[in-house]
């Protein structure tokens, strides 16, 4: 799935939508499922995931083709990879404190919690093993997360509005939004193959 | 795999490693944004174990709404009339008075031989689950089962386990209610340290049936009513209740209890 052969549209189709990070990949279902209550937080996650994703495709790019391949390191990519997302979001974060103010009082809380999030260093990791150049690693970054994002959401508007349903007591809660989580998967199962 | 390669990971990931560490302690210099060191100094005055029982997320945020203003300097349950003075100091106003010190007591004796077991549980250890099924392993329905989530919501490490009983020590308990939450049948309540004498039991079943279930239960047979001679116990709902207000730890309730369920606390 070559950037070259496919061009950027069904690139984007293909990492948001395809091979959707929540849905298909199944990775960061922790964020999916715990900042997913109000529209509002959804929202800030992930746009806060989007901006760590793309940055952290970058900087893992570099140090993978730059420095564990020409050292013959390549099975050091994970503990590397988080490493550099955890260093990196850390300065992300102080940045942003000190020049950003408004943007840091907005996504300030969630950006530790990117620290740990496997839709991350899974992102990073799937670039290297699909043999991704720079200009595709931080796309696929980016466009993963984007699908991420549209994700979670999704999820919050479903969630808001279940806040006001009549459900039975059993499924109130954590099961209904998890039924909720594998319909939408389901769902998204439509856009496998779309990209070939 | 040779020397070299084992030199090479171990260069690699301890360069990287010290890299980033200094690159994040000088962007820490570079990018440091003032903050008002008061909120540091109260940071570092209030209990420390981000209960949440002040109703902010965890004590940093405590903190700055303290400095801001926004909260109460006796807001801080865990660090009681410790913090709240030390606050009032950083912050210039008079240290307001703390409300009665409370602590976390278990009422219930029940422990292993002492209330009688209905069957065996081996489920998974949680108090929650086992009283699930049909209201619970013991005989009593308010007995302590002893499964520890009581212990497990505990931060401060003062819940240990005695006999299939929970044991708080009052001189860790810092009164913050997580176990009073977490237990599942509510045997944990909160009452003011000054209460020595309690009656530890929570069965208002029939004494009958508290006698069959339980050695150590409150029968409801009013002795202690009468030997009462300040009128600070009281048996509702067949369970003797304690009013502390009343109570002057005479103890004479504890001498004339049959079924020895009035104790003395430390």
């Known amino acids: ?196 | 795999m040779s020397t070299t390669a084992i030199l090479y990971a171990v260069g690699v990931l301890g360069g990287l490693g010290i890299l980033f560490g200094v690159l994040l302690s000088v962007a820490d210099k570079f990018f440091a944004v003032p903050v008002d060191e008061r909120i540091t100094l109260v940071r570092e005055a209030v209990a420390g174990a981000n209960c949440g029982v002040c109703g902010y997320p965890g004590c940093d945020a405590f903190s700055e709404a303290v400095v801001r203003g926004e909260a109460p300097v006796n807001g801080c349950t865990p660090g009681g009339s410790k913090s709240a003075a030390a606050l009032a100091q950083i912050m210039g106003v008079n240290s307001v008075s703390v409300e009665e010190p409370v602590v976390a007591r278990l009422l219930c004796q029940g422990g292993d031989g002492i209330a009688k077991d209905r069957f065996v549980y081996q489920g998974i250890s949680s108090c929650a689950q086992a009283m699930s099924l049909s209201s619970g392993p013991k005989m009593c329905p308010s007995a302590c089962v002893g499964l520890g989530d009581c212990g497990r919501a505990c931060k401060f490490d003062a819940i240990s386990y005695v006999n299939g009983l929970c044991v708080i020590d009052p001189n860790k308990c810092t009164a913050c209610g997580a176990c009073v939450k977490a237990c599942p049948n509510h045997l944990i309540k909160l009452l003011p340290r000054a209460a020595t004498v309690t009656v530890r039991c929570s069965n208002t079943q029939p004494g009958k049936l508290v006698n069959k279930a339980c050695d150590h239960g409150c029968i409801g047979c009013k002795l202690c009513e009468k030997a009462c001679e300040h009128d600070a116990i009281h048996v509702n709902d067949s369970l003797a209740v304690i009013d502390t207000d009343k109570c002057i730890r005479c103890e004479a309730c504890v001498a004339a209890c049959p079924k020895k369920c009035i104790t003395l606390s430390a």
């Open chain 1, 1 to 196: 799935m070559r950037l070259a052969d496919i061009g950027v549209f069904l690139f984007f189709i293909n990492a948001a939508f395809s091979n959707n990070m929540i849905f298909s990949r199944f990775l960061g279902n922790c964020p999916y499922l715990g900042v997913s209550n109000k529209l509002e937080t959804a929202t800030g996650m992930g746009v806060a995931v989007v901006f760590v994703m793309g940055i952290a495709s970058l900087f893992c790019y570099l140090s993978y083709a730059y420095i564990l391949v020409p050292l013959g390191l390549q099975y050091l990519d994970t503990i590397t990879f988080i490493l550099i997302i955890a260093a990196l979001v850390q300065l992300v974060e102080m940045f942003m404190k000190k020049s950003l103010p408004a943007l840091y009082s907005a996504l300030g809380i969630y950006l530790p919690l990117i620290t740990t999030n496997c839709a991350v260093l899974g992102v990073a990791l799937i670039n290297m093993r699909s043999g991704y150049n720079l200009i595709e690693s931080v796309l696929s970054g980016v466009f993963g997360a984007v699908g991420f994002l549209m994700a979670i959401v999704l999820m919050a508007g479903i969630r808001e509005r279940l806040e006001s349903s009549d459900i039975p007591k059993a499924f109130k809660g954590f099961p209904i939004s998890l039924i909720i989580a594998g319909f939408m998967s389901v769902a998204f199962l439509g856009f496998a193959g779309l990209v070939k």
